[in-house]
């Protein structure tokens, strides 16, 4: 997600006395990564259209995300924003929630015609 919008997301994760888990930051592209744990259905086309009118990409459950390397002394690629020192991760619907406040998104509904 777009930096801007994962200090709202982290700002108020914190408020709602939320543990925030692992973040990773991308300078170049100015973009946040939240690791989370996959408890929400992550194959609904609406919700990866919800998400993408806020500039968030939803990565499948067991898709390969890259983390910070002890070899990027500069931080130009991947930083820590927030470190993985336990096994915590949120849940992902709940992070989920968070961004959709934070992004001011409806929340998206199947308006198919039901047979």
Known sequence: MPTEL?????????????????????????????LAVPDTPLDDLLLYAEMFRASVTVAPEGAE??????ADTAGTYRVWNALPN????????????????????????DTRASD
């Open 6 to 34: 994962g200090m709202r997301v982290t700002d108020t994760m914190k408020s709602r006395n939320i543990a925030v888990g692992p973040v990773v930051a991308h300078p170049r592209s100015q973009r946040w990564t939240f």
């Open 65 to 70: 995300v890259a983390l910070p390397s002890p």
């Open 86 to 109: 336990t096994g915590y991760r949120p849940s992902a619907a709940v992070l989920l929630e968070i961004i959709r406040h934070c992004a001011r998104l409806p929340r998206a509904t």
